[in-house]
C-alpha cells in the first residue's frame, strides 16, 4: 500500500473494527502513522523479497550474538565476521528497497539507508520482517555494532575543516551502562499486520479482477474481429447476388 493510501485505508478498517465491537484494536489501529515513502521501500522489499530481508535479519541477529559475547571479554573474532555479514546484508536490501521505489530511488537512498539502520536492533527487526515499518516510533534504541554507519551532510566544496579544540585532560571514567531496550507494542504491532494482510489481500483481488478484466477484453476483441471479417464476407456475398440478378433482368447469361 503506497503511503497515499495509508489515511484511507487506516480509516476503512478502524470502522470495520468498530462495527465489529472490537473498540480496543480500533483504538490501536487509529494511533498507526503513515509511513514515510522510504518506510514503505523497505516494506515492499519485506513483501517482495522475503529472502534478502531473512538474510540481514539473520545478519542482524549474529551480531547482536556476537557482541554480547564481546561485551563479556571475548568473541572478537565472530563480531569482526558478523559485522562484515550484516553491511553486505544491508547493502542488499538497500538496493532491493531502491529498485522498488523505480523512478524515485536514487533520490531516497539516503533516507532509505537511514531507515534501515535505525531497524538494526532486536525492537527493529521484527517489523522489517513483518514488512510494517513506521506503524511506530522507536525512539532511541542500542544499534547493533554492525549497523552501517548513518549519513551524514557532506562538507561544500573549498570549504576549510573546522579546528577541533583539543578537549581538557579528564580522568577515564567507565562506559555507561546501556540504557534498557524497549519492548514493541504488541498490540499495535498485530493491528499493522492485520491493516498489512488486508491491503495485501485487496491488491490480490484488484490483480484479479484486472487479469479478468483483461482476458475479457481480449475475448471482445477477438469476437470484432470475426465478426467484421464475416461481415466483410456477407456484403461480398450480397453484392455477387444483386449483380447475378441484375443480369438475369437483364437476360444475360450469368457466370
Excluded: C, Y
Excluded at 514515510?36 to 513483501?47: D, G, S
Excluded at 525512539?139 to 551532510?153: I, M, R
Excluded at 493491528?191 to 481480449?218: C, F, G, N, P, T
Amino acid at each position: 500500500m503506497a503511503p497515499s493510501e495509508f489515511v484511507a485505508a487506516r480509516a476503512a478498517l478502524v470502522r470495520e473494527l468498530k462495527a465489529e465491537g472490537r473498540k480496543d484494536e480500533a483504538a490501536a489501529v487509529q494511533q498507526l502513522r503513515r509511513p514515510r515513502l522510504a518506510e514503505h521501500a523497505l516494506n515492499m522489499v519485506a513483501r517482495a523479497h522475503g529472502g534478502v530481508v531473512a538474510d540481514w535479519a539473520q545478519a542482524a541477529s549474529a551480531v547482536d550474538a556476537a557482541q554480547s559475547l564481546a561485551i563479556g571479554g571475548g568473541g572478537a573474532l565472530q563480531l569482526r565476521e558478523a559485522t562484515i555479514a550484516l553491511r553486505s546484508a544491508h547493502a542488499a536490501v538497500l538496493e532491493a528497497a531502491v529498485r522498488e521505489l523505480g523512478d524515485s530511488g536514487a533520490a531516497q537512498r539516503d533516507e532509505v539507508a537511514e531507515a534501515l539502520r535505525s531497524l538494526a536492533h532486536p525492537q527493529g527487526v521484527p517489523l522489517l520482517q513483518a514488512g510494517v515499518v513506521g506503524s511506530q516510533q522507536l525512539g532511541d534504541l542500542v544499534l547493533f555494532a554492525g549497523a552501517p554507519e548513518p549519513v551524514v551532510n557532506r562538507r561544500p566544496a573549498g570549504e576549510r575543516p573546522r579546528q577541533a579544540t583539543p578537549a581538557p585532560a579528564t580522568q577515564q571514567q567507565p562506559p555507561p551502562a546501556s540504557p534498557p531496550r524497549p519492548t514493541v507494542d504488541a498490540k499495535q504491532l498485530r493491528a499493522h499486520e492485520r491493516a498489512a494482510a488486508a491491503a495485501q489481500a485487496e491488491s490480490q483481488r484488484a490483480d484479479q479482477a484486472l487479469h479478468a478484466a483483461r482476458a475479457a477484453l481480449a475475448a471482445a476483441k477477438d469476437a470484432v474481429a470475426a465478426a467484421t471479417e464475416r461481415s466483410a464476407h456477407a456484403r461480398g456475398a450480397a453484392r455477387a447476388a444483386a449483380q447475378a440478378l441484375d443480369q438475369l433482368r437483364a437476360g444475360e447469361p450469368t457466370a
